[in-house]
């Protein structure tokens, strides 16, 4: 389960570009310096330096997640339209990757999670498709992708992940 929250956001950093950077140094010398000033305050304010350092470290936990869905939605953002899911003793997804941002991508992921009921939070497979076709501003690729022994299924979710 673990592995299915942390394989997206590894993926994303194998392909870090510039503003990539630039956002992660900002939060990390941010929190740098809001610890420092935790620690500062030690002595004089108890609370408000507990409060400080700690508030950090959520921030220092949970930005990065932010971070990455930001940039997603505003720098690479892509379309995953799903045309034929066809569910019987196996799956049969086929559907187009559109891309909505301002660059070309030169490289894609699929995410196909597979769900036992439609109020599921965490998928029971996650599976992962690379496609190393080039995906021009404003055009759509084609995909498909075949699952066996997946009788449990009972909502699917493709997601992508593309880079240039």
């Known amino acids: ?4 929250l942390i394989d997206p956001f590894l993926y994303y ?9 630039l956002a992660f140094s900002w939060l990390f010398i941010l929190c740098f310096l809001f610890i420092v000033l935790g620690f500062m305050l030690v002595k004089n304010h108890l609370r408000v330096s507990i409060f400080i ?3 950090t470290i ?3 936990i949970f930005a990065p997640f932010a971070i990455q869905l930001y940039l997603e939605n505003s720098l690479r953002k892509t379309q995953v ?5 066809n569910i019987s003793q196996n799956i049969f997804i086929s559907g187009k990757i559109k891309n909505l941002s301002k660059n070309d991508f030169s490289t894609c992921r699929l995410f196909i999670k597979l769900y036992k009921s439609k109020n599921d939070f965490f998928p029971f497979v996650q599976l992962h498709k690379d496609s190393k076709q080039n995906i021009a501003k404003d055009k759509e690729i084609l995909f498909s992708y075949h699952l066996t022994d997946t009788k449990e299924a009972q909502d699917i979710k493709v997601q992508a992940q593309c880079y240039k």
């Open 81 to 85: 339209a799903i045309e034929n899911i």
């Open 53 to 55: 350092i700690t508030c």
């Open 1 to 4: 389960m673990l592995k299915n």
């Open 58 to 60: 959520f921030v220092l």
């Open 13 to 21: 950093t194998q392909h870090f570009e510039f503003i990539d950077y």
